[in-house]
């Protein structure tokens, strides 16, 4: 039994051509499985790292799955500037090319239908970051107010909080609107994790979108920020992206093995 297995990257048509000197995770040469039409892009990764018993200790080390994902994302985004790719996620791994044969064979029409879609297209993520002044928290100033002034404040604090919401959802769908004007196709996401992402103000909207022409949606952004920077609203456009919002194959679906 091989000591090693496969990790893969995406999936792409037989006639593309990835980059010969391509290095990805654990150090290992990317190189093709090809089989039904379609080429899986895969590298050798260690048992002893990446076997299924060693590989759910790894995941729970934050800065291992970190080095890991980034090396992963560098292959993904060397392919997309070579071919149309169908991403896969992170921690797709085959005990061999049967194995990575199979899929391929297995996924053929569902593959292939993306990468269709894909081709000529790009996904792009746009997040709205509103910075607004909350009201003050009641604090030691309530015990100096009589009981119903104190009800009376915290009334109107919880009614300003709620329309500061309610505005701030209005806003997030107007931009998602215009932005669907000139994209593919869309696709709305949860919101970031302030600490994770370390992003400041409230994210109001975190958003995908498969686009045809990036320079059109450049100026849609553009047009938006002037338009909204008034209300307190930065909206950050970031890309391009490995398509994963747009793909449904079951393939780029697989779980850790």
């Not at 990317?30 to 002893?48: D, E, F, I, N």
């Not at 029409?109 to 790009?122: K, V």
Request: glycine share 8%; charged share 25%.
């Amino acid at each position: 039994m091989s000591d090693e297995l496969l990790w893969a990257y995406g999936v792409v048509a037989a006639g593309a051509a990835p980059p010969a000197d391509l290095v990805g995770v654990a150090g290992g040469v990317v190189a093709p499985v090809a089989t039904a039409g379609l080429q899986a892009l895969v590298s050798s990764v260690p048992q002893a790292q990446f076997a299924a018993e060693p590989l759910r200790g790894h995941l729970n080390d934050l800065p291992w799955l970190e080095r890991v994902a980034r090396e992963h994302e560098a292959v993904l985004e060397r392919l997309l500037a070579e071919a149309t790719v169908v991403p896969l996620r992170l921690c797709t791994i085959f005990e061999d090319t049967g194995g990575v044969e199979l899929m391929l064979e297995r996924e053929h029409d569902a593959l292939a239908e993306a990468l269709g879609r894909l081709e000529g297209r790009q996904e792009w993520g746009v997040k709205v970051l509103l910075d607004r002044d909350r009201p003050a928290p009641a604090g030691e100033a309530a015990h100096d107010e009589g009981g119903l002034a104190y009800l009376a404040r915290r009334r109107s604090q919880l009614a300003a909080r709620e329309e500061a919401r309610g505005l701030a959802g209005q806003l997030a769908d107007q931009v998602d609107g215009a932005l669907r004007v000139v994209a593919i196709d869309a696709v709305r996401l949860p919101a970031q994790n302030r600490e994770l992402s370390r992003h400041e103000g409230d994210m109001v909207l975190n958003a995908a979108y498969l686009i045809g022409d990036p320079a059109e949606l450049g100026a849609c952004v553009d047009a938006l920020q002037e338009r909204y920077a008034a209300q307190g609203a930065r909206i950050d456009l970031t890309g391009p992206w490995p398509p994963y919002n747009f793909v449904t194959s079951a393939a780029a679906e697989q779980q850790p093995a």
